[in-house]
Nanobody, 118 residues
Framework: VQLQASGGGLVQAGGSLTLSCAISGDIRRPDVMGWYRQTPGKQRELAATMSSDTTANYADSVKGRFTISRDNFRNMVYLQMNNLKPEDTALYYC?????????????WGQGTQVTVSS
């Protein structure tokens, strides 16, 4: 499985960005697509995930500001980020997880940098 993320960049506080991730290869349903983020010296943390039945899960810190969506036909996952804050600055990783039916394997993209200036 390969994941190609895009859409990161530099934005002022209060601005918006949309991240996209194209997933290809051995894709099997049910599955979970999502976004995690990491800043230097800290552990990678959840931003948002969405299962193939469209159940979404958000970190408390992004609820009400970020929206995750997915296109099962195109095997894409998106993260719409609004009202961005400097503390959202991080390297954002696309994530793909197979269900326990398929061995629970997880895959990561290369990361896309989001920088929010104050």
């Amino acid at each position: 499985v390969q994941l190609q993320a895009s859409g990161g960049g530099l934005v002022q506080a209060g601005g918006s960005l949309t991240l996209s991730c194209a997933i290809s290869g051995d894709i099997r349903r049910p599955d979970v697509m999502g976004w995690y983020r990491q800043t230097p010296g800290k552990q990678r943390e959840l931003a948002a995930t969405m299962s193939s039945d469209t159940t979404a899960n958000y970190a408390d810190s992004v609820k009400g500001r970020f929206t995750i969506s997915r296109d099962n036909f195109r095997n894409m996952v998106y993260l719409q980020m609004n009202n961005l804050k400097p503390e959202d600055t991080a390297l954002y990783y696309c994530h793909y997880q197979l269900s326990p039916l398929w061995g629970n394997r997880a895959y990561w993209g290369q990361g896309t940098q989001v920088t929010v200036s104050s």
